[in-house]
């Protein structure tokens, strides 16, 4: 770490710091998720799309948004 400050001193550049403290942490409320969630969570949600699609919640949730809409700038 410290040869990289001293060359990122020579190139003029500063190291960036997040709000946390340490450089590359997201804050003091940020917590990694384990690389295992996330390769388990890909599929469900992917799942989940798929089951969604398959019974015709797309076409539910368009028929929708475009009622609120028309509503909206007072067409219906």
Known sequence: MELRNRRMQRQGKR????????????GPMRKEIPLKVTLIM??????MVVFG????????????????????????
Request: charged share 20%; aromatic share 0%; glycine share 16%.
């Open 15 to 26: 190291e960036r710091r997040s709000p946390g403290g340490k450089a590359g942490e997201g």
């Open 42 to 47: 890909i599929p469900v949600a992917a799942a």
């Open 53 to 76: 699609l398959l019974r015709g919640e797309a076409a539910a949730i368009l028929s929708k948004a475009i009622t609120i809409c028309m509503e909206c700038i007072g067409l219906g």
